[in-house]
Nanobody
């Protein structure tokens, strides 16, 4: 069974940066598409980045494109999310998630971490 543990959230001012990490345990992480999904209060879950098993295919929605960067290191079973130029609309709980196939929908991810809070203050 895949388990995922996020770290790196916190409070940052507008325009600042944060880096999230997620360690994946269980079956080899290279078997999975890994992604970051966020959920703000009262809003639906939004997939903000995904990366294929070898890093060859990456997806970002327009809301974060050019500001967020996802990467993975299969030797360390870790996926990262670098977030730059943060704004208050980025405030949410960020979840690391795994899927067996590449998708642009958060609903395609069936394994989740516990989440880490990211708060951007204005």
């Amino acid at each position: 069974q895949v388990q995922m543990v996020e770290s790196g959230g916190g409070l940052v001012q507008v325009g600042g940066s944060l880096s999230l990490s997620c360690v994946v345990s269980g079956p080899p992480s290279s078997n999975y598409v890994l992604g970051w999904v966020r959920q703000a209060p009262g809003k639906e879950r939004e997939l903000v980045a995904s990366i294929s098993w070898n890093g060859g295919r990456i997806f970002y929605p327009d809301s974060v494109k050019g500001r967020f960067t996802i990467s993975r290191d299969n030797t360390k079973n870790t996926v990262y999310l670098q977030m730059n130029r943060l704004n208050p609309e980025d405030t949410a709980v960020y979840y690391c998630a795994a899927s067996s196939y590449l998708s642009k929908s958060a609903s395609s991810y069936d394994t989740w971490g516990q989440g880490t809070q990211v708060t951007v203050s204005s």
